[in-house]
Structure formats: C-alpha cells, structure tokens
Nanobody, 126 residues
C-alpha cells in the first residue's frame, strides 16, 4: 500500500488545517489508519487512529477536542481535521495503515502499522 499524505503548510496559532491521506493501488477500507507526528527528535508521536469501519476512533490527549479523524472508504481517503492549532503542533505528520487484527500493542503504537506515507509538514507560527 502506497500512502500519500497532503495538506500540510504554514498556519498561525489558532488556525486550522485539514490533512488528507490517500492510497494508490489498494483500497483502504480493509485497513485501520492512524496519524502520527514527529518533531525534531527520534520519537514518532501518536495523534489519532480510526478502525476500518470508522466506528472506533482514538486520540492522543494533545489532540482531543481539537483534532478529528475521519475516513471516506468510497473515496479511499482518511482525513485529519486540525483546529485551534498551537506552535507545539509543529511537526511532520504521517499517515499509516495496519491490517487487522492488531498485534496487541494498540492503535497508538507505531509498531502496529505496516505502511507509512511520506509525511507532510505542518508549521504553526505563534
């Protein structure tokens, strides 16, 4: 599965961005999807996840109340709507996909994911 993330950019604090993740060559409807981010440093941080049907979503505490993950299985895309952005949200955002069942680590663990997109940079200015 080749994932492509898009929608990043420069935005002022308090603004919004909508990230999108699409796939070529494979339907995403069988896959659970997640968004992670990585600021300078070794750790890739969980942001949000959604199961294949879209019925179960999870958010990092930092994303709750501000970000919304959604999916369009007909359009073969997954989106991350980010509102009330803060400078601390500045990072490269990655979409990722896992084929169920989960391995036991939970959808917040990068090790559950089999496929990763190339990342899109989000910069939030103060």
């Amino acid at each position: 599965v080749q994932l492509q993330a898009s929608g990043g950019g420069l935005v002022q604090a308090g603004g919004s961005l909508r990230l999108s993740c699409g796939a070529s060559g494979r339907t995403l409807s069988y896959y659970g999807m997640g968004w992670f981010r990585q600021a300078p440093g070794p750790e890739r941080e969980f942001v949000a996840s959604i199961n294949p049907s879209g019925g179960t979503v999870d958010y990092a505490d930092s994303a709750k109340g501000r970000f919304t993950i959604s999916r369009d299985n007909v359009g073969n895309t997954v989106a991350l709507q980010m509102n009330s952005l803060k400078p601390d949200d500045t990072a490269v955002y990655y979409c990722a996909a896992y084929l169920p069942p989960l391995r036991g680590l939970g959808p917040s663990s990068p090790r559950e994911y089999d496929y990763w997109g190339q990342g899109t940079l989000v910069t939030v200015s103060s």
